[in-house]
């Protein structure tokens, strides 16, 4: 159990620091635009669409670790090979949000979709839902 619980603060390492790179690209972008009014149409018009490429494919508590766990199916929809960053919201029985996790995906052509983990990191006491808090996807190499 050790060394589960090792891998998975590793894998949410590496998924807080797409999520940080992922945000920055976004706030870039959105900035470039003439007015900064149109910048930030455009990105929320980028995270719905983004949004359309993300379902959660299963919701559950981990039997070993007591924490929620979401598998998420993403498939880029665009023309392009694009990278993507999932936040899902763990919520408890009355709808609270007991905590979160991230799932991330580089690189993923046209076409193409994958299967992604995100994980908690708290105890909900009980059964959970898994909610798609936000969706960032950006053109990758």
């Known amino acids: ?5 090792i891998a998975t603060a590793a894998r949410l390492a590496a998924a807080a620091s ?13 900035g470039c635009g003439r007015s900064g009014e149109a910048g930030a149409q455009r990105a929320e018009d980028a995270a ?4 359309g490429d993300v379902e959660v494919t299963a919701c559950r508590v981990d039997d070993e670790l ?11 929809h665009t023309a392009t090979t694009s990278s993507y960053v999932v936040q899902i919201a763990f919520e408890d ?12 995906a580089g690189s993923l052509p ?26 960032v996807r950006y053109a990758g190499p």
């Open 1 to 5: 159990m050790r060394t589960r619980a």
């Open 18 to 30: 797409a999520l940080a790179l992922a945000l920055a690209l976004v706030l870039a972008l959105a």
């Open 48 to 51: 719905r669409a983004a949004l």
């Open 66 to 76: 007591q924490w929620p766990a979401a598998t998420v199916r993403i498939t880029n």
């Open 93 to 104: 029985g009355a709808g609270r949000q007991v905590t979160e996790g991230v799932a991330a």
């Open 110 to 135: 046209p076409g193409q979709d994958t299967l992604e983990q995100a994980q908690g990191t708290a105890d909900p006491h009980g059964p959970v839902s898994c909610r798609i808090a936000d969706v």
